[in-house]
């Protein structure tokens, strides 16, 4: 087992940034695909950013040229540096991870507990 921890959730004005990270608890013996997703009030979870065991990145239209993903490999961190914020990016900021564990595991899917990025002036 795995856990994800998320920080850096928060209150920002619109054109506002803040960056999000999030820690596996334990060492991984192979990522497949690890991500951000977000779920507005009312809304189903999107994706937001991903990024795969070899470095390829995937972003949602609405976030492209304003949000950056970046992983650590030796911390098995991720970051989501999210710029020029608007106040539809508001929602819980949830971690994602697709991973086997151990060299004897398969491919799961984790979930961190989330963070709230709330945008308003």
């Known amino acids: 087992q795995v856990q994800l921890v998320e920080s850096g959730g928060g209150l920002v004005q619109p054109g506002g940034s803040l960056r999000l990270s999030c820690a596996a608890s334990?060492?991984?013996?192979?990522?497949?695909?690890m991500g951000w997703y977000r779920q507005a009030p009312g809304k189903e979870r999107e994706l937001v950013a991903t990024?795969?065991?070899?470095?390829?990145?995937r972003y949602a239209d609405s976030v492209k040229g304003r949000f950056t993903i970046s992983r650590d490999n030796a911390e098995n961190t991720i970051s989501l540096q999210m710029n020029s914020l608007k106040p539809e990016d508001t929602a819980v900021y949830f971690c994602?991870?697709?991973?086997?564990?151990?060299?004897?595991?398969?491919?799961?899917?984790?979930w961190g507990q989330g963070t709230q990025v709330t945008v308003s002036s």
């Open positions: 994602g991870l697709q991973a086997r564990i151990t060299i004897s595991d398969y491919v799961r899917a984790y």
């Open positions: 334990r060492s991984i013996y192979s990522i497949s695909l």
């Open positions: 990024i795969t065991g070899p470095g390829n990145t």
